[in-house]
């Protein structure tokens, strides 16, 4: 008899098949080894530390345990979009990713593979090729996981960059249906930062190990930004590297019905700046923001290396 899934905070109890596939929409069930992948790609649109110059190896995994509503990527995380691998195979797919010379492998929205994904990374780290030029390994998330989980992984995952959503539990529970959202995401973070505490970049400025925190900044709720910032002060978290960003995007039918009207509109540039001012005001020392411009050309999020300091507001240092 199959065993019921709890291995997210949505702990649904599904069996993960396909006439009780999960809340993540997994048809895969425990410990059968399979995963339903949507690409593996190089990506070249993330952070500076891990994109670079010859990008990141992204494996972004179908389905997802939060599934806001304003997803830029809802074919993939709300309609699984993608193909059903067996663990061989996608250590094989993993391996073409690598022989491309990527930076490192992004294990994109992940967490409801959590409970198989330690012994794929397991077999890479054993196999030759990985072994002649190992890369370190993100898990790169949206911050809705158990402590559980985070801690199974600490000896698999080098670093951590997950998004940090929503701090309001009616704006949590209206966008993702995930009223725990902060109480959950807030304890995987301070989980990830007590694991990886030192953020290590190398000579080339790539990350190495450590915490990244990710930030997307919505339309009308720059105040609710505010707040996960004060959390984030408030625990001494004002030295991580701290990741906002703007490329907030309508996505069709957001918006509908009223409830939640601002997300029809794009972020403007008021609101931005106002949380940017807030984290500098924090105390945050290593604050990562976009251009504007990235919110016009679809999910090509634009870092263009500029990171802001209490010394020079806005003033590239790299
Ligand atoms: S990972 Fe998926 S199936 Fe498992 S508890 Fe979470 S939503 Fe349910």
């Not at 390994?137 to 998004?163: C, F």
């Not at 505010?226 to 703007?246: G, I």
Request: proline content about 6%; overall charge neutral.
């Amino acid at each position: 008899m199959l065993e019921g899934c709890l291995l997210c905070p949505r702990r649904c109890g599904a069996t993960r098949t396909t006439a009780d596939p999960g809340r993540c929409g997994s048809e895969e069930p425990l410990q059968s080894g399979l995963f339903r992948v949507a690409s593996l790609m190089r990506h070249c649109w993330e952070e500076p530390c891990i994109s670079g110059s010859d990008g990141s190896g992204a494996v972004f995994f179908s389905g997802c345990a939060l599934g806001c509503c304003f997803c830029q990527n809802s074919s993939i995380s709300h309609a699984r979009q993608g193909i059903t691998m067996t663990e061989s195979e996608l250590i094989e797919a993993i391996f073409k990713l690598h022989a491309q010379g990527v930076h490192n492998l992004n294990l994109v929205t992940a967490s409801h593979y959590a409970d198989r994904l330690p012994q794929l990374i397991s077999r890479i780290k054993n196999d030759m090729r990985w072994q002649q030029r190992p890369i370190p390994i993100i898990w790169n998330s949206s911050g809705y996981e158990t402590r559980e989980s985070v801690i199974a992984l600490a000896n698999h995952v080098d670093v951590w960059p997950p998004d940090f959503k929503f701090f309001d539990q009616q704006l949590a529970k209206a966008l993702a249906d995930a009223p725990d959202y902060f109480s959950v995401a807030s304890q995987a973070i301070l989980t990830m930062h007590a694991l990886q505490p030192k953020l290590i970049l190398n000579e080339d400025g790539m990350v190495q190990h450590g915490l990244i925190i990710r930030h997307l900044v919505l339309p009308g709720h720059w105040r609710d930004s505010c707040r996960l910032l004060d959390y984030l002060a408030e625990h001494k978290l004002n030295d991580v590297l701290l990741s906002l960003m703007c490329q907030y995007t309508p996505q069709p039918g957001i918006g509908q019905p009223s409830a939640n009207p601002e997300l029809k509109r794009r972020l403007t540039t008021f609101e931005y700046r106002k949380v940017i001012d807030y984290a500098l005001d924090l105390g945050f020392t290593r604050v990562l923001g976009q251009n504007r411009g990235s919110a016009d050309a679809a999910y090509t999020p634009d870092f263009s290396s500029v990171w802001l300091n209490p010394e020079g507001r806005g003033t590239p240092e790299r």
